[in-house]
């Protein structure tokens, strides 16, 4: 890997060997990675722009040799676990976090429920081990517990790893070659094996019961083809053009936060397959890594959108915007779907956090139903973003506009009404309003109340959520939509296999959507009719088709 000459104002690349690492090899180039993602002084640059609970930013310190390290003793640890005194364990080395808890972009909440104790598992499942020695100083670097002073089976040492360290070590040793992965479903399935258990708890999660989630997937069954024969296939043509950008295929990557938390290299497996793949990248304002260095990895008529969610401080999203637009993004996707978050409870669950209504209860002494109210009004999000903020965007950008997440053909139209270039069905892959409609649903909607917008092309209508297979592409774009978006599915090769799953990933889908329009009878993708899908109606989605069992 080659280094760029450091940039930053961290003004040089950190190299930490993380425990366990191994010399040479991939890995020990993800932790370089890492180690440079998790660089103070960087941090706290890009926090109060890019993370959405933006907060104060955290205080950062130079990095500079540790003083003379005490001993100290795992009961003198359990004397510090209140706001006044707190003191933390993270792999052997004690730090005092006091002053650091106000400062916690995560709130002091979830520190103070570690306090007093070994938080080497709650802190490693959200951040890499540089971390801690470049924000905290040196003096609040106290030292290392004493071995001797430890309870019964309590483990000290720096080197071990925590269970489901270990546990993914093992699956990372034992990956199947890549080429076992015949489907998407393959690939989510190792995913599932070799990632941390936060990382996919985080990703797969949908809100509430998951019925939106997993009914996204379902709904695509409720359509059915209705091919013609003896048409000649043997050519046919995958290519579209979406905002008259050129697309391989009609898949894009749907903007997924945080890819870092799957993947030591962040989004630039995605970025990198996308490119080889010849499809076009929604880029997440939350994303890992920084735009600037997506844009660096990005190739010459490589195509990304920036997704925004808007700030309740406006200066913060025209910034944003104002950078993508530097940086040769080539439309916003603006998320509406997000006025606050869903609860996503598989992720909650696998971090041990408190729900987000909870957690404020817990900060500002609330009820719980003032929290509640309190959890509406988080710090990021404007809750009372409108159709008239549109104007607003439209005077900060000259990038066309799609809206990410509508949902039902009244505000297609309204999208329509306002000038918007696109709308992404979308309920945000079922992460947030739980019995939401699944997008081919809603596309089903437009497509019967009005099919004109379509047909048309009064606005250029996608979707995304639970789109899987060759075949549900061809289903939207039979009723009517220029493109779909995947987001888990891309996520999940990504953290599995870096840049080869996701290169993987698209050519599979380039193989089934290639094979659906051949026996379809068609060879472009202007020819997929709405004629060549019929919907099932009293289809049950609880019982879907089973693949026969061999
Ligand atoms: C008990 C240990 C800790 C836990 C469970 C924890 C958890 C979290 C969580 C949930 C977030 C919010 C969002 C996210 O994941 O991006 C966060 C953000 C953050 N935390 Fe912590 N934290 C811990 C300790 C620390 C310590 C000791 C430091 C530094 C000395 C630190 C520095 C940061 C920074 C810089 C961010 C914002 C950047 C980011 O990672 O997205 N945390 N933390
Ligand atoms: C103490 C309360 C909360 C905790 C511990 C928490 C923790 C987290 C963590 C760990 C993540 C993953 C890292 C990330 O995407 O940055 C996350 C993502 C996110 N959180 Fe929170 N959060 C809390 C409250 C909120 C609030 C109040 C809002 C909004 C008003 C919010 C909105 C989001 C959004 C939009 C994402 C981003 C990505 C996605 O769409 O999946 N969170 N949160
Ligand atoms: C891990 C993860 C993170 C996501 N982060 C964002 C985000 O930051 N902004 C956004 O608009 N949508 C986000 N989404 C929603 C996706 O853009 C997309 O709508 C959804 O994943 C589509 O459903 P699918 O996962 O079934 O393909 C996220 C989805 C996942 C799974």
């Given at each position: 890997?080659?280094?760029?000459?450091?940039?930053?104002?961290?003004?040089?690349?950190?190299?930490?060997?993380?425990?366990?690492?191994?010399?040479?090899?991939?890995?020990?180039?993800?932790?370089?990675?890492?180690?440079?993602?998790?660089?103070?002084?960087?941090?706290?640059?890009?926090?109060?722009?890019?993370?959405?609970?933006?907060?104060?930013?955290?205080?950062?310190?130079?990095?500079?040799?540790?003083?003379?390290?005490?001993?100290?003793?795992?009961?003198?640890?359990?004397?510090?676990?209140?706001?006044?005194?707190?003191?933390?364990?993270?792999?052997?080395?004690?730090?005092?976090?006091?002053?650091?808890?106000?400062?916690?972009?995560?709130?002091?909440?979830?520190?103070?429920?570690?306090?007093?104790?070994?938080?080497?598992?709650?802190?490693?499942?959200?951040?890499?081990?540089?971390?801690?020695?470049?924000?905290?100083?040196?003096?609040?670097?106290?030292?290392?517990?004493?071995?001797?002073?430890?309870?019964?089976?309590?483990?000290?040492?720096?080197?071990?790893?925590?269970?489901?360290?270990?546990?993914?070590?093992?699956?990372?040793?034992?990956?199947?070659?890549?080429?076992?992965?015949?489907?998407?479903?393959?690939?989510?399935?190792?995913?599932?094996?070799?990632?941390?258990?936060?990382?996919?708890?985080?990703?797969?999660?949908?809100?509430?019961?998951?019925?939106?989630?997993?009914?996204?997937?379902?709904?695509?069954?409720?359509?059915?083809?209705?091919?013609?024969?003896?048409?000649?296939?043997?050519?046919?043509?995958?290519?579209?053009?979406?905002?008259?950008?050129?697309?391989?295929?009609?898949?894009?990557?749907?903007?997924?936060?945080?890819?870092?938390?799957?993947?030591?290299?962040?989004?630039?497996?995605?970025?990198?397959?996308?490119?080889?793949?010849?499809?076009?990248?929604?880029?997440?304002?939350?994303?890992?890594?920084?735009?600037?260095?997506?844009?660096?990895?990005?190739?010459?008529?490589?195509?990304?959108?920036?997704?925004?969610?808007?700030?309740?401080?406006?200066?913060?999203?025209?910034?944003?915007?104002?950078?993508?637009?530097?940086?040769?993004?080539?439309?916003?996707?603006?998320?509406?779907?997000?006025?606050?978050?869903?609860?996503?409870?598989?992720?909650?669950?696998?971090?041990?956090?408190?729900?987000?209504?909870?957690?404020?209860?817990?900060?500002?002494?609330?009820?719980?139903?003032?929290?509640?109210?309190?959890?509406?009004?988080?710090?990021?999000?404007?809750?009372?973003?409108?159709?008239?903020?549109?104007?607003?965007?439209?005077?900060?950008?000259?990038l066309p506009i799609i809206l990410k997440g509508v949902q039902t053909v009244e505000d297609v139209e309204l999208a329509v009404q306002h000038g918007c270039e696109g709308v992404l069905l979308s309920n945000h892959g079922g992460r947030q309003l739980d019995y939401a409609r699944a997008p081919i649903d809603v596309l089903y909607e437009v497509r019967k109340c009005r099919p004109d917008i379509l047909d048309e092309k009064k606005i250029e209508v996608y979707l995304d959520g639970g789109v899987r297979r060759g075949t549900d592409v061809?289903?939207?774009?039979?009723?009517?939509?220029?493109?779909?978006?995947?987001?888990?599915?891309?996520?999940?090769?990504?953290?599995?296999?870096?840049?080869?799953?996701?290169?993987?990933?698209?050519?599979?889908?380039?193989?089934?959507?290639?094979?659906?329009?051949?026996?379809?009878?068609?060879?472009?993708?202007?020819?997929?009719?709405?004629?060549?899908?019929?919907?099932?109606?009293?289809?049950?989605?609880?019982?879907?088709?089973?693949?026969?069992?061999?």
């Amino acid at each position: 890997m080659n280094l760029r000459p450091p940039t930053r104002s961290s003004g040089s690349w950190i190299l930490t060997r993380g425990p366990g690492s191994t010399e040479g090899g991939i890995w020990s180039e993800l932790l370089i990675v890492a180690a440079l993602a998790a660089s103070g002084a960087y941090i706290a640059q890009q926090w109060t722009i890019r993370h959405p609970h933006a907060g104060p930013s955290p205080q950062v310190q130079n990095v500079a040799a540790l003083p003379n390290l005490q001993l100290i003793a795992y009961q003198e640890l359990q004397q510090h676990d209140t706001r006044e005194s707190c003191w933390i364990l993270v792999r052997g080395q004690i730090y005092d976090v006091t002053d650091f808890l106000a400062q916690h972009p995560g709130g002091a909440l979830i520190i103070l429920s570690h306090a007093g104790r070994d938080a080497t598992a709650a802190y490693s499942s959200h951040h890499p081990p540089a971390l801690l020695d470049n924000i905290l100083s040196p003096s609040q670097h106290l030292g290392a517990v004493d071995p001797a002073t430890l309870p019964p089976g309590h483990h000290a040492s720096s080197a071990e790893l925590t269970e489901d360290e270990q546990r993914v070590k093992q699956a990372r040793a034992e990956i199947p070659p890549l080429n076992m992965c015949i489907s998407v479903q393959d690939l989510e399935d190792v995913a599932k094996k070799v990632m941390s258990k936060v990382a996919w708890g985080y990703c797969m999660s949908g809100a509430d019961t998951m019925s939106a989630y997993k009914n996204n997937i379902a709904a695509f069954s409720r359509y059915a083809f209705r091919p013609r024969v003896l048409r000649p296939v043997s050519r046919v043509d995958t290519s579209c053009s979406i905002l008259g950008n050129p697309s391989a295929l009609p898949i894009f990557v749907s903007p997924a936060a945080n890819a870092g938390l799957g993947h030591p290299l962040g989004e630039l497996g995605i970025v990198r397959g996308a490119a080889y793949g010849g499809i076009i990248q929604g880029v997440a304002s939350t994303s890992t890594l920084p735009l600037a260095e997506l844009e660096m990895e990005r190739k010459d008529g490589q195509t990304m959108f920036f997704q925004l969610y808007v700030n309740k401080d406006r200066q913060v999203s025209e910034r944003l915007l104002r950078e993508a637009e530097r940086r040769g993004f080539k439309a916003v996707l603006l998320t509406v779907d997000t006025p606050v978050p869903g609860k996503r409870e598989m992720d909650l669950k696998t971090r041990g956090l408190p729900t987000p209504a909870a957690a404020a209860a817990g900060e500002k002494q609330l009820s719980s139903t003032q929290a509640g109210i309190a959890n509406s009004l988080g710090d990021y999000f404007d809750a009372n973003l409108c159709w008239d903020d549109l104007a607003w965007l439209r005077s900060v950008t000259k990038l066309p506009i799609i809206l990410k997440g509508v949902q039902t053909v009244e505000d297609v139209e309204l999208a329509v009404q306002h000038g918007c270039e696109g709308v992404l069905l979308s309920n945000h892959g079922g992460r947030q309003l739980d019995y939401a409609r699944a997008p081919i649903d809603v596309l089903y909607e437009v497509r019967k109340c009005r099919p004109d917008i379509l047909d048309e092309k009064k606005i250029e209508v996608y979707l995304d959520g639970g789109v899987r297979r060759g075949t549900d592409v061809v289903k939207a774009l039979c009723l009517g939509a220029t493109a779909v978006g995947m987001g888990r599915p891309l996520w999940y090769a990504n953290a599995a296999y870096g840049q080869k799953g996701v290169v993987k990933l698209i050519d599979i889908m380039a193989e089934e959507i290639a094979t659906a329009m051949r026996l379809l009878g068609v060879t472009n993708l202007s020819d997929l009719k709405p004629e060549m899908i019929s919907r099932i109606s009293n289809f049950d989605p609880r019982k879907p088709y089973h693949l026969p069992v061999i």
